[in-house]
């Protein structure tokens, strides 16, 4: 599976932006779909989950109540809202493609998005 991001950028505290994950090579629809993030110097961490049919979805605590996870099946893409970003924000953006419909697991990543927020 081959995944696209877009959408980053540059944004001041407390600004928004939409990413967009495109995913091309299996059937979409089938497999749950994440968020993650790596800033400079740290390991890459879990941001964001949601299941194939988009009824589940996870958030981790640092982003919960701020993004918003999404998915339309029928244009193969998923999205993450970020709102209220925080300068912690900054980070590459991640889309990562489930092994399965539901559950955690993730076999495939994009190329990442650079997200930076700035005082």
């Known amino acids: 599976v081959q995944l696209v991001e877009s959408g980053g950028g540059l944004v001041q505290t407390g600004g928004s932006l939409r990413l967009s994950c495109v995913a091309s090579?299996?059937?979409?629809?089938?497999?749950?779909m994440g968020w993650f993030r790596q800033a400079p110097g740290k390991e890459r961490e879990f941001v964001a989950y949601?299941?194939?049919?988009?009824?589940?979805?996870d958030y981790a605590d640092y982003v919960k109540g701020r993004f918003t996870i999404s998915r339309d099946n029928a244009k193969n893409t998923v999205y993450l809202q970020m709102n209220s970003l925080k300068l912690e924000d900054t980070a590459v953006y991640y889309c990562?493609?489930?092994?399965?419909?539901?559950?955690?697991?993730?076999?495939?990543w994009g190329q990442g998005t650079q997200v930076t927020v700035s005082s």
């Open positions: 990562a493609a489930g092994l399965f419909a539901n559950g955690r697991t993730f076999g495939s």
């Open positions: 090579g299996r059937i979409f629809s089938n497999y749950a």
């Open positions: 949601i299941n194939w049919k988009g009824a589940v979805t």
